[in-house]
């Protein structure tokens, strides 16, 4: 029997359809609260050790294809790395695993993206208001530089006209340029601007 273990949702993947969908033999064993963390978003949710904060959590049973279909959709070990961390969960101190970003531009998630976790918040029975504070409290996204310089190495490869967004993300995957696949699902009027103009 494949060995099992925990595995600590807090975004997108708080949605129980869409965990149906990427790893259909999870299976939900509770929920809890991690103390001293909070939630933000760099286009995706992330959270980070910040004291005094609390994140509603969902914690889920995996198996090893589990984690591995969640790896994929995780982007790790590039945007996101795994860490493993101390909770309570049904009243016993557990050790789960965790996915972090690993680096990330703060900026608001795109609404569809939010409503998917929302919809994970209200069904798990969390306080929506923890999620829209941690959206409201993303600033605009700034190009960073980071991002600048992934436009400019996409645009060297040749490979596609820098206007069709669909290949560029395809390009940027293959590259491993995360910031940048992220940057686009949200900012596709700003990029075209600064492919158009140069100005960010």
């Given at each position: 029997?494949?060995?099992?273990?925990?595995?600590?949702?807090?975004?997108?993947?708080?949605?129980?359809?869409?965990?149906?969908?990427r790893?259909?033999?999870?299976?939900?064993?509770?929920?809890?609260?991690?103390?001293n963390?909070?939630?933000?978003?760099?286009?995706?949710?992330t959270?980070?050790?910040?004291?005094?904060?609390?994140?509603?959590?969902?914690?889920?049973?995996?198996?090893?294809?589990?984690?591995?279909?969640?790896?994929?959709?995780?982007?790790?070990?590039?945007?996101?790395?795994?860490?493993?961390?101390?909770?309570?969960?049904?009243?016993?101190?557990?050790?789960?695993?965790?996915?972090?970003?690993n680096?990330?531009?703060?900026?608001?998630p795109?609404?569809?993206?939010?409503?998917?976790?929302?919809?994970?918040?209200?069904?798990?029975?969390?306080?929506?208001?923890?999620?829209?504070?941690?959206?409201?409290?993303?600033?605009?996204?700034?190009?960073?530089?980071?991002?600048k310089?992934?436009?400019?190495?996409?645009?060297?490869?040749?490979?596609?006209?820098?206007?069709?967004?669909?290949?560029?993300?395809?390009?940027?995957?293959?590259?491993?340029?995360?910031?940048?696949?992220?940057?686009?699902?949200?900012?596709?009027?700003?990029y075209?601007?600064?492919?158009?103009?140069?100005?960010?």
């Amino acid at each position: 029997m494949a060995k099992r273990r925990l595995y600590i949702a807090y975004g997108s993947n708080l949605n129980l359809e869409q965990m149906a969908y990427r790893c259909p033999t999870a299976q939900v064993v509770g929920t809890t609260v991690m103390r001293n963390w909070r939630l933000l978003f760099c286009g995706v949710a992330t959270i980070e050790r910040y004291h005094g904060g609390e994140v509603p959590v969902l914690v889920w049973s995996i198996q090893p294809k589990d984690e591995a279909a969640l790896d994929i959709y995780e982007g790790w070990p590039r945007l996101y790395r795994k860490e493993s961390v101390r909770i309570t969960l049904n009243g016993k101190q557990v050790r789960a695993m965790v996915y972090i970003m690993n680096q990330g531009q703060p900026s608001p998630p795109m609404i569809t993206y939010y409503n998917t976790i929302r919809e994970g918040y209200e069904s798990a029975g969390f306080d929506v208001n923890i999620l829209r504070e941690a959206a409201r409290q993303s600033p605009k996204c700034v190009m960073s530089p980071i991002v600048k310089a992934q436009i400019l190495a996409v645009r060297e490869t040749g490979e596609s006209n820098m206007f069709d967004v669909n290949a560029v993300m395809v390009i940027a995957n293959r590259e491993g340029f995360y910031e940048l696949v992220c940057y686009l699902q949200d900012h596709k009027r700003e990029y075209a601007r600064f492919i158009m103009t140069g100005e960010e």
